[in-house]
């Protein structure tokens, strides 16, 4: 008698009870096993392999010992899979499907030991299509029921379990705060309340070496440690949870536990999120706004975004690599980020230059003229460099091709399409196809910034004053002011403030700089690389009014 090899699958949908010694796996296996036994007559004959899910869904197929048993299945170890009931094979009519074709392909059958029936015949699949139909139906009300559930249990404020967000820890059906990181929750609503962009958040908190709290999961698992990313930071501040409220499905109801943050506060942190992106988009498009977006590489060849931020009134605008716009800085140390303003006036001037020069033009680009033609041309020439001083966005990026950084030079790709249509040139065919202009400048790199400067160190852009730098000078003597009447200590002064007393302290130190550092502020006068991020780092100012003047001013 041939032997016919039997396989024994069990599953069961949840994990409550398989902790036992013996549990709803080892149930229908026992009576699967008994079954086979029962045909040993027919040369049943049992598989040592256990093949068991517990705790998993007869909804998917995505379980590791289903894939065993049909890869098994497939090498010809099998001939009959037996299981207890259908559905802990499959509860989907799609998934049986797609089973029988696979038993069908190995050659192999399958017996429900508690719903007789004969899958070799079409009564026998229509009876086994109709429980399948009738298991795919309780799973979809189950699942309806549960969603149902959910709901009501959300319109009264429950907390309907998976992790916490940071600031609570699970109570129940509820959520308990824990004051710790509650304070860490208050203080990026309050950072970002004061900086007003997300990434300054960001950056923030990496420069105060502020990471996410370690926490536990309930299996005891740890979790946390790493820097904010700005989409966590975007996830903390509109998460109405911390408002005391729950969300679902685009309703907020009144939650059952404590508001970390006061509603109102909140609404103003909604509307200054809201409030940035709309007034981005509605101002000036990025393009429009950023004449070198699209045309900035670095050394690697990787593009340079257009982005902007602001403080206060203050826009501010930078080319900056893609890993930070999307990144954080701990995650980004390789990428750059140049002020627009320098880069454009480099870029802008190198230009210019060329054009004024109609000669050097005509050099560079090999173009040759009548003398009755070059009259006109040195005209257009000077109208185009007048055009470029007076309306640099909408006049340079046509003119260009790509613009390449490198570590101690940039590279200006012109574009003979656009210097012809510029220039009117109508002996286009003369014009050189490439036209590359090289930068003696290098960069200079102070944190993630990078400034432009030529190579005796002055920087592209001279003489103007940073008006961050001058209004943070301002308020270290004014926070100097208060602490030396005594009126607050730093402490009090710091929380009355909004920032933390290390930070506090690093700016009034600035109320000490020496009058001549002071006037080389106002003058634009500092030394490459020397910003507030320089200026607020320990060491920096020293305490000699000579030898500050010689370690900041040029």
């Not at 009959?80 to 009931?85: H, M």
């Not at 706004?289 to 930078?318: C, F, I, M, N, W």
């Not at 750059?336 to 230059?353: F, H, Q, S």
Request: hydrophobic content about 40%.
């Amino acid at each position: 008698m041939t032997p016919v090899r039997c396989a024994i699958y069990t599953r069961k949908s949840s994990d409550e009870g398989l902790e036992q010694g013996f549990n709803s796996l080892d149930a229908q296996r026992e009576a699967c096993a008994a079954y086979v036994m029962s045909q040993a007559s027919e040369g049943w004959e049992l598989c040592p392999e256990h093949y068991d899910d517990g705790g998993i869904s007869g909804g998917t197929l995505e379980r590791p010992a289903l894939k065993q048993l049909l890869a098994d299945m497939a090498a010809g170890k099998i001939d009959i899979i037996v299981v207890y009931k259908v559905d802990r094979l499959t509860r989907s009519l799609l998934d049986f499907a797609k089973l029988v074709e696979a038993l069908d392909k190995a050659g192999t059958s399958f017996v429900s030991i508690t719903q007789s029936f004969n899958t070799a015949t079409s009564m026998g699949r229509l009876t086994l299509n109709m429980l399948l139909s009738f298991a795919q139906f309780e799973r979809e009300v189950t699942a309806e029921r549960i969603r149902d559930k959910i709901a009501a249990s959300k319109a009264k404020g429950m907390w309907m379990g998976g992790i916490p967000p940071l600031g609570y820890e699970p109570d129940g059906r509820s959520l308990k705060i824990v004051e710790d990181h509650a304070a860490l929750i208050r203080d990026i609503h309050a950072r970002y309340r004061k900086l007003g962009a997300v990434r300054l958040v960001a950056d923030q908190l990496v420069d105060e070496a502020i990471r996410k709290p370690l926490r536990n999961t309930a299996a005891g698992k740890t979790y946390g440690g790493g820097w904010f990313s700005r989409g966590q930071l975007y996830a903390i501040l509109r998460n109405p949870i911390y408002a005391g409220y729950i969300a679902h499905h685009g309703k907020l109801h009144r939650g059952a536990h404590k508001a970390i943050i006061a509603r109102e506060e909140w609404d103003k942190v909604q509307k200054q999120l809201d409030g940035n992106g709309n007034g981005k988009q509605a101002r000036t498009p990025r393009a429009a706004s950023a004449p070198l977006a699209g045309l900035l590489v670095d050394e690697a060849g990787e593009p340079l975004v257009a982005t902007h931020t602001r403080k206060g009134r203050q826009r501010y605008t930078y080319y900056v690599s893609k890993v930070l716009q999307h990144g954080t800085r701990d995650a980004a140390d390789s990428g750059m980020r140049i002020p627009a303003r320098e880069i454009e006036d480099l870029v802008t001037g190198e230009l210019t230059r060329l054009i004024e020069d109609p000669i050097r033009f005509c050099e560079r680009t090999r173009l040759k003229f009548d003398p009755d033609a070059f009259a006109p041309f040195v005209t257009r020439t000077k109208a185009l460099a007048e055009k470029l001083g007076r309306s640099r966005t909408s006049t340079l990026r046509p003119l260009l091709s790509q613009v390449r950084i490198l570590p101690r030079s940039v590279e200006i790709a012109l574009s003979a399409k656009g210097l012809r249509a510029a220039l009117d040139l109508p002996d286009a065919e003369d014009l050189a196809v490439s036209l590359t202009l090289t930068c003696n400048v290098r960069l200079t790199r102070t944190g993630r910034a990078v400034r432009l400067v030529h190579d005796n160190g002055v920087p592209i852009r001279t003489g103007e004053p940073d008006p961050a730098l001058l209004r943070l000078l301002m308020r270290a003597r004014e926070w100097w002011a208060m602490l030396a009447e005594g009126e607050f200590d730093v402490t009090t002064l710091a929380r009355r403030e909004g920032v933390n007393d290390s930070y506090l302290c690093r700016v009034v130190r600035l109320a000490f700089l020496s009058p001549q550092v002071v006037d080389g502020i106002v003058a634009g006068k500092l030394k490459p690389g020397i910003d507030i991020t320089a200026l607020l780092k320990a060491g920096t100012i020293q305490g000699d009014w000579v030898e500050q003047g010689q370690a900041l001013l040029r």
